[in-house]
Nanobody
Framework: QVQLVESGGGLVQPGGSLTLSCAAS????????MSWYRQAPGKQRDLVAT???????SYSDSVKGRFTISRDNAKNTIYLQMSSLKPEDTGVYYC?????????WGQGTRVTVSS
């Protein structure tokens, strides 16, 4: 059974920074791509960033240049470093991985960007 546990959310002012963490269980971690999604209030869940097993990364246009995804295979953890935060970055952030054919999600961590 795969378990994902996010942490690090909170309230931050516009222009501020925050780092989210997602701890994964199981030996599948190092061989799996991992992703961060976010769901703004009243909106669908959207892909924010992905990191593959070889550490290649991709980002949505809305966060490119401001967010950085990384992974530490020794700790079975991925991170999302967020800077220059905007009010529109507000939402619940989820990490996800797929062990074909099942997609596993964490419970989410809430980020609020507000003055």
């Amino acid at each position: 059974q795969v378990q994902l546990v996010e942490s690090g959310g909170g309230l931050v002012q516009p222009g501020g920074s925050l780092t989210l963490s997602c701890a994964a269980s199981g030996s599948i971690f190092s061989g799996n791509a991992m992703s961060w999604y976010r769901q703004a209030p009243g909106k669908q869940r959207d892909l924010v960033a992905t990191i593959s097993s070889d550490h290649s990364t991709s980002y949505s246009d809305s966060v490119k240049g401001r967010f950085t995804i990384s992974r530490d295979n020794a700790k079975n953890t991925i991170y999302l470093q967020m800077s220059s935060l905007k009010p529109e970055d507000t939402g619940v952030y989820y990490c996800k991985t797929t062990v074909w054919p099942i997609a596993y999600w964490g419970q989410g961590t809430r980020v609020t960007v507000s003055s």
